[in-house]
């Protein structure tokens, strides 16, 4: 029996190491992903669970969906879920709107496009910490751009406490919110009008379709992908409201600016009560993985209209 050039050895021994470089390049990013997400979630939904105490060595006793009812019968908590309602209802719309015809004017020949895109996006990238510390400026009870503009016509002693008032406090939250987004929905409509045949346009308008009707008729339809999956992002985006309001009014005055996650984070870090917090999270994560699925069933539905 003739035995084995070595060379034979040694040209196999690199295949194995070839079919496992693949899992060897994944693992980093798994791991970190399982230990910074994951393991976080499965933790909080076991702090769910508990009236959990964050000393070493102290017992957290076990209360099973005690903390779960208790939020179904929470008043401030429903203000916290009619307030994130409201938010999404007020600047969902806006973003979806602007964005489009930001996305309209600029697609167009427009002389220093770039520059325009440019403008509009900035607001998008830059940090939530300082837009809403600027705005708490500007809209300030006391030496406020806004107020100081308003006094200008109504008088000097007119002045508005914007931040301390509840639906003054939503109309500048508000305003906030659509003024840093809606460069996002401008990029993603951007995105899907370079992709649409120039053909279909070009048809739709020898058909006499124009203006409005061409928009409805022809571009819409079309677009009809890319608008359900910006007006998803976009709600999900709101239902996950935190920095803003929680730097410009601090769910107050007497909680009546709070959203979801603000009054979550309160109950955690202001009164310590992490079994309760880990329940209204939860419940939250539910809530978004429902909207996940909805927005996956719609962008299959549209792609098979498509």
């Known amino acids: ?28 990013g798994v791991a970190f992903y399982g230990l910074f997400a994951i393991y976080p979630l499965l933790k909080q939904i076991q702090i769910s669970f508990f009236n959990w105490n964050i000393m070493p060595g102290a017992i ?10 208790q939020a179904l019968h929470d008043p401030v908590l429903g203000t916290a879920l009619v307030n994130t309602l409201l938010y999404v209802l007020a600047t969902v719309p806006p973003q979806m709107i602007l964005g489009f ?38 809209f300030n009870a006391e ?3 806004v107020n100081a503009l308003l006094a200008d016509f109504f008088g000097p002693g007119f002045s508005i406490y914007w931040l301390q008032n509840t639906w003054t406090a939503f109309v500048v ?52 992908n890319t608008v359900s999956f910006v007006v998803v992002m976009l709600v ?43 329940a209204m999270a939860t419940m939250v994560g539910v809530v978004l993985l429902m909207v996940s699925i909805w927005e996956i069933r719609m962008l299959r539905r549209t792609w098979t209209v498509g």
């Open 1 to 28: 029996m003739t035995a084995r050039h070595p060379s034979v050895a040694r040209r196999k021994a690199p295949g194995s190491g070839r079919r496992l470089l693949p899992y060897a390049i994944i693992f980093p």
């Open 60 to 69: 957290s006793p076990f209360v099973g969906l005690a903390n779960y009812i």
């Open 101 to 138: 015809l930001a996305a309209q004017v600029v697609h167009r020949h427009l002389p220093a496009r770039g520059l325009w895109r440019t403008l509009i996006y900035l607001p998008v990238i830059t940090s939530w910490v300082v837009v809403s510390y600027m705005f708490s400026y500007i």
């Open 143 to 145: 030496g406020g751009a």
């Open 173 to 224: 939250i508000w305003l906030l919110a659509v003024w840093k987004g809606f460069g996002w929905s401008m990029v993603m409509f951007l995105a899907g009008l370079s992709g649409l045949p120039r053909e279909v346009l070009e048809a739709g308008s020898i058909d006499g379709a124009a203006g409005i009707r061409h928009w409805w008729n022809v571009t819409l339809p079309m677009m009809w």
């Open 236 to 278: 999900m985006g709101g239902v996950q409201a935190f920095i803003s309001i929680y730097l410009m009014t601090g769910g107050g005055p007497v909680n009546s600016t709070q959203v979801i996650l603000t009054y979550t984070y309160q109950q955690a870090f202001s009164f310590f009560n992490f079994g309760y917090s880990g």
